[in-house]
């Protein structure tokens, strides 16, 4: 029997501006050839203005989702039929699934850093602290609070973002929330399980930056985890290590939230090597 032949591919993306250097389309295409899916994904370069018509046009063509990301994790809201629990908590979204004829939106960026804790350390009842209080630093925080934490310690430079993300915790979640103003070199706690890296400070190009943080006060009974993951081995990575910290790169998380991602749209478990192989290859030739 001739197989009927079918050109129709299913459809993902990525909505963004500027989307130009974001690898996740490299890393989902090669899990979809790798589990010999029939589906595609878009990298985008869409505008705030054009965040509307973007979301319609999905909608129209029956995308199975999307990914967000800057600027429109937050605005992109209001073009949802609803969100998910821990992105409702955030107010952000950088994964919208479609669930029957609706678009609902999910946050997959702490549920990626999760994920690539998981086996390493159980966030439950830790100590937590986490440098930085952007998007990143509040998926982060919320998520980790979400599976137990005891307690989170939010080290920024600006008080006022700092505070938001402690009162969102501590108003949200029944983790201890707690603001230390970062102005001067940080000194990690002994009691500290968990000590993560959520600012910019060491992404590509500026790789020689490093935290303001007292190298000596790390200990090797500490998990140290960066969400940079371009060089993926950043200053405090190498430090921690050579402190005998375990350490978490932050290509894990960039993988396990395109894990989630392809989960929510395909139902497939993604095969995490193929796509953290995908970005060594891409960072390499950088
Ligand atoms: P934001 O711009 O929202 O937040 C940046 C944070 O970094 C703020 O807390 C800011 O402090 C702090 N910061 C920046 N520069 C300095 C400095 N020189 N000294 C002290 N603090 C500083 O960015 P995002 O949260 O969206 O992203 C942060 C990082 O996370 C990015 O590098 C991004 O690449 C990475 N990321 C990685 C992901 C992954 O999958 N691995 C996913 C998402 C993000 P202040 O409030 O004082 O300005």
Same mark, same amino acid.
């Given at each position: 029997m001739p197989k009927e032949l079918n050109f129709l591919s299913q459809l993902t993306g990525s909505f963004s501006q500027s989307a130009a250097? *974001?690898?996740? &389309?490299?890393?989902?295409?090669?899990?979809?050839?790798?589990? +010999?899916?029939?589906?595609?994904?878009? *990298?985008?370069e869409v505008s705030p203005e054009k965040l509307g018509d973007a979301v319609r046009g999905a909608?129209?063509?029956g995308w199975a989702g999307f990914n967000c990301s800057l600027p429109h994790k937050v605005t992109v809201i209001e073009h949802l039929d609803g969100v998910g629990e821990s992105a409702a908590i955030m107010r952000a979204v950088n994964c919208a699934v479609r669930r029957g004829n609706q678009y609902i939106g999910e946050n997959t960026d702490g549920k990626g850093f999760l994920?690539?804790?998981e086996g390493i350390v159980d966030p439950r009842g830790k100590r937590i602290v986490l440098?930085?209080?952007? +998007?990143a630093a509040r998926a982060i925080g919320v998520e980790l609070a979400l599976a137990g934490a005891f307690s989170i310690s939010v080290v920024n430079r600006t008080a006022g973002r700092g505070m938001e993300l402690v009162r969102l915790i501590n108003d949200k979640t029944s983790a201890k929330a707690e603001l230390i103003s970062w102005q001067n070199k940080y000194k990690v706690q002994p009691d500290a399980g968990i000590v993560i890296n959520a600012t910019s400070i060491g992404l590509y190009p500026h790789v020689h930056d490093r935290l303001d943080l007292d190298i000596e006060s790390l200990k090797p009974s500490m998990v140290v985890a960066d969400v940079?993951? *371009?060089?993926?081995?950043?200053?405090?990575?190498?430090d921690a290590e050579a402190r005998g910290c375990t350490i978490v790169d932050g290509?894990?998380?960039? &993988? *396990?939230? +395109? &894990?989630i991602g392809i989960k929510y749209w395909t139902g497939v478990d993604a095969d995490a090597t193929v796509m953290r192989r995908k970005l060594e290859e891409i960072y390499r030739e950088q």
């Open positions: 250097g *974001n690898p996740t &389309v490299a890393m989902i295409e090669a899990a979809y050839h790798h589990h +010999g899916l029939d589906w595609r994904y878009i *990298n985008c909608r129209a063509m994920m690539s804790l440098f930085g209080a952007g +998007g940079i993951p *371009n060089p993926p081995r950043t200053h405090l990575i190498k290509l894990g998380m960039l &993988v *396990n939230q +395109g &894990v």
